[in-house]
């Protein structure tokens, strides 16, 4: 029903910028929390940063605050992840994500909450 792309990865080094992209078309965009996720070298797929369907609340890992900003723009129907400050460990195929499930108390963060996936796109920073 709902297909996610994810675009922008690349390779950068230590410090630089990304801007990822997730273009979702079927369903209805606009009324899905969304979130993005991500996958490194070796280790399970952890939560990264989430929004709520109309952008007005926001949460971070902890490991990405002030680096990292997520957005949305409904009439595009486009998940946005800036990323910055770029480090090492933030390598990994990072996932968007939608949640199209009922309305929530809170924002989901976890990946049982989700229900449709991207395929991924790589990110590697170096040093």
């Known amino acids: 029903q709902v297909q996610l792309v994810e675009t922008g990865g690349g390779l950068v080094q230590a410090g630089g910028s990304l801007r990822l992209s997730c273009v979702a078309s079927?369903?209805?965009?606009?009324?899905?929390?969304m979130g993005w996720f991500r996958q490194a070298p070796g280790k399970e797929r952890e939560f990264v940063s989430a929004?709520?369907?109309?952008?007005?609340?926001?949460r971070y890992v902890d490991s990405v605050k002030a680096r990292f900003t997520i957005s949305r723009d409904n009439a595009k129907t486009t998940l946005y992840l800036q990323m910055n400050s770029l480090k090492p460990e933030d390598t990994a195929v990072y996932y968007c994500?939608?949640?199209?499930?009922?309305?929530?108390?809170?924002?989901?963060?976890?990946?049982?909450?989700?229900?449709?996936w991207g395929q991924g796109t790589q990110v590697a920073v170096s040093s």
């Open positions: 994500a939608a949640d199209a499930g009922r309305a929530g108390v809170w924002i989901p963060t976890r990946i049982e909450e989700y229900d449709y």
């Open positions: 079927g369903g209805t965009f606009s009324r899905y929390d």
């Open positions: 929004i709520t369907w109309n952008g007005g609340r926001t």
